[in-house]
């Protein structure tokens, strides 16, 4: 609050006598106050219409106009200026754009020159060189140089780039600023042991696990947004685990194994976990909006669109969840494709890719993978094996070098396999889960033809060579998924009303059998059950929410349902639940989700005003070896017999808590029910008072009083023909 | 035998049952939302809404009084000032009024001196209807909050709530059994956002005592505007905006339904 606020007040009202002057004088207050008192800005545009008034002239009104244009103007000349001054080139006080280079061979003054040309090649691409410097000892190049640029901006590009340049077998450059010289000299020679900080327990960050009725979690998001729950899942109705009002600010994401549920707000994201839902870590990035974790939960990558500088790379950020410290920055044009750094399954690699190039990192260290990025001229998408560091990329045709698609090993960097591909249009690479099998989606004009075809490109991971085995696919192509866990895939094709579901199922002997075609199908999204064998085939949205759900075992449809307007389709972790739900973000009325037993059967439908989004806590893998997998599968009639009983119990207390619940209320209603009866019975006299003497209370009360009357009316005529008499 | 209108046209008028002929006009300055004879007939009140910069009153006149209809003046007028009356239903004895406003507060309103004698506010949103049971001991106000209540008469305590997801439009009770019935949908306008498919509006059928729901009618294309019991139990109507009045009769089955208990 400007505290010459009231002297200026003060000011204005002396002036009011003289219209024309009060005129500029409130115009210069008003912009004063703008950028310095926001909140006496009001207050003067109140007194500064009164004055307008009292001036009682509307010529004024234009004079006031061009008045504020014109101090707009000169703020908005004033800003432009500032940032022209700043841009000014500085004469440069020398030290700043200095790079030292390292490694630089050492050569005799016969071939001087032709060092320093070749010197000069490489680092004139940075900026230009203004002054260099190369130091001799004994007739001979020390083996270090220093170069001037003409403005530090360019000495840091130099470092940049050339830090690493291989220029031959022995001699690998090494660039620094000068000045970081300086700064690491002085960096003190004493050791301070960093602060030990206290151990926070968090308790047992795995407790939801530990559920003896194994109910999974999920989260839901409601009230537009402004309230999250979690649920544990139990087939009778949810049980609350948690509520909070505003514990995000846009949505939620679940961690890869289930152990962090994060949310978003304007500084940053928070991740929240255990037993009760405690904060464990918070990381400060600014207007964050994506998220994303690595397989193992040991990092989270956030981006921002908001705070980027060329100096210090902000747009996305890793963090290390444990320590909270952050560990790299990067640089980002557009989330686009969000995650923009794809992870490998051990968490071991992070990958992305630019124009013609892919960067792998590594962990724990940040770094590029032998400290450089794969040239790979036109790639245009890449994917990691979900089972191995594996990646798979592929590269459109270049003149006359055919598309193809290759695996590559990592961190060796060996082309495992390389397929051609001919008159392609475009490619999607499908990994089954386990990284069993890659299915390359290939869109091809053939030759000689306008249409586009589909094939499937099916490799064959875990064979020697790896194999490939073509589908070719008729209609246009509408969606794909692998069954996780297993060997079959299913697509839908064709094109409304005519869609079709086929199933194929990838066999040992080489062959890919297509197992069954279900045609006229209302579907644009398939969802396979996390533990393979079951799917729904779902049309969502504008297909309004047709469901069928499938045995793939047999390709049978168990049930064919529909939830009107479905927007989502969720599976449990363990493949027991499905919920369907309709969300306010796709849809304003009806918002819902509705719970249905793997085949199908609808067990619950809970209504929540304004619905967004339901997430299932993902489970972390199982501690269990496939031996004792086996064993519990051989057992599970016994164990099947435990949960009959347990789930009769609970059935027959649920019915007798509803049954006590109805008795209850019952009992209560009768009560009041009696209490107003009395009183209405003692009310009668009143009754029969205010009309007259005639009891009303009863319909038949004054039966009397009624007249019978039979009518008899003209319905229908009908003449039937008795034949020849 | 008299029956009591009102209507947008800005007027209220009283009729003969028998032979249709209009006994008196009473002119208003706003649209006539609800109106109702007391139990003796002899008075009547109807509300005005708050419209072209005239207030929302609660008029009260007497019958047996002609100069009063022929002035044009009411024994009472009652101005309400915040959100107006939407619906409005007399007491058991004619002594007061329990008129829902705009708001969904609930308000009782002395007939003889026209001051608020008991509050309620149950509901978040607007009240859409209230209709009495058939002893006029309770009542039940339906809703845009998505549900309707039964209140006491008298005490205007809160008895009981009906949970659906829709605005509910129109609510009714049984005359004979712990039923109520209540029909809803979406604002006119919204219609197109909701099903299209037909007949997907539904009167929803509701245990009074156990506030579950235990039965849907089908049939209505349109959003439910007004349902109503027979006085003798044995079937309702409803009317829609499809422009459809329905009649059902009941099943044997449904006088015999009881939910365990």
Known sequence: FNPNWSRQMTILQESRSAPGFCLLKGSFSFHCHQVFAPGGFCYVSVNWSKSLVSTNSILMLPLYFLVCLFFVCVFVFAELLLDILREKPQEADGIDSVVVVDNVPQVGPERLEKLKNVIHKIFSKFGKITTEFYPEADGMTKGYIFLEYAAPTQALEAVKNADGYKLDKQHTFRVNLFTDFDKYMTISDEWETPEKQPFKDFGNMRHWIEDPDCRDQYSVIYEAGERTAIFSNDAKEPITAEERARWTETYVRWSPKGTYLATFHQRGIALWGGEKFKQIQRFSHQGVSLIDFSPCERYVVTFSPLMDTKEDPQAIIIWDILTGQKKRGFHCESSAHWPIFKWSHDGKFFARMTQDTLSIYETPSMGLLDKKSLKISGIKDFSWSPGDNIIAFWVPEDKDIPARVTLMQLPSRQEIRVRNLFNVVDCKLHWQRNGDYLCVKVDRTPKGTQGVVTNFEIFRMREKQVPVDVVEMKDSIIAFAWEPNGSKFAVLHGESPRINASFYHVKNNGKIELIKMFDKQQANSIFWSPQGQFMVLAGLRSMNGALAFVDTSDCTMMNIAEHYMASDVEWDPTGRYVVTSVSWWSHKVDNAYWLWTFQGRLLQKNNKDRFCQLLWRPRPPTLLSTDQIKMIKKDLKKYSKIFEQKDRLSQSKASKELVDKRRAMMEEYRRYRETAQQIYQEQKSIRLELRGGVDTDELDSNVDDWEEETIEFFINEEIIPLGDL | ?261
């Open chain 2, 1 to 261: 035998m008299n029956v009591l209108t009102g209507s947008a046209d800005n007027s209220c008028r009283l009729w003969d049952c028998e032979t249709g002929k209009q006994l008196a006009l009473l002119n208003t300055n706003s649209a006539v939302r609800t109106c109702g004879f007391d139990f003796s007939g002899n008075i009547i009140m109807f509300s005005t809404d708050k419209q072209m910069g005239y207030q929302c009153y609660l008029n009260f006149f007497d019958l047996r009084d002609p100069q009063q209809i022929e002035d044009n003046q009411p024994y009472l007028s009652i101005p309400c000032n915040d959100a107006k009356i939407t619906s409005a239903v007399w007491g058991p004895l004619g002594e007061f009024v329990n008129a829902g406003h705009e708001n969904g507060e609930i308000n009782q309103f002395s007939a003889k001196s026209g001051e608020i004698l008991k509050k309620a506010k149950e509901h978040s949103r607007q009240i859409n209807d209230i209709q009495t049971s058939v002893d006029l001991t309770m009542f039940i106000s339906a809703s845009k909050d998505n549900t309707a209540k039964l209140f006491d008469s008298t005490s205007l305590e809160h008895i009981k709530t009906f949970k659906t997801e829709r605005p509910v439009n129109s609510a009714a009770i049984s005359p004979i059994m712990d039923h109520v019935v209540m029909g809803g949908g979406q604002e006119a306008m919204e219609v197109t956002t909701t099903s299209t498919r037909i007949g997907k509006f539904e009167a929803r059928f509701f245990h009074a005592a156990y506030e579950e729901e235990f039965g849907r009618v089908k049939g209505h294309f349109g959003p439910i505007n007004c349902v109503a019991f027979h006085p003798d139990g044995k079937s309702y109507s409803s009317g829609g905006e499809d422009g459809y009045v329905r009649i059902h009769y009941f099943d044997p089955q449904y006088f015999d339904f009881e939910l365990e208990a």
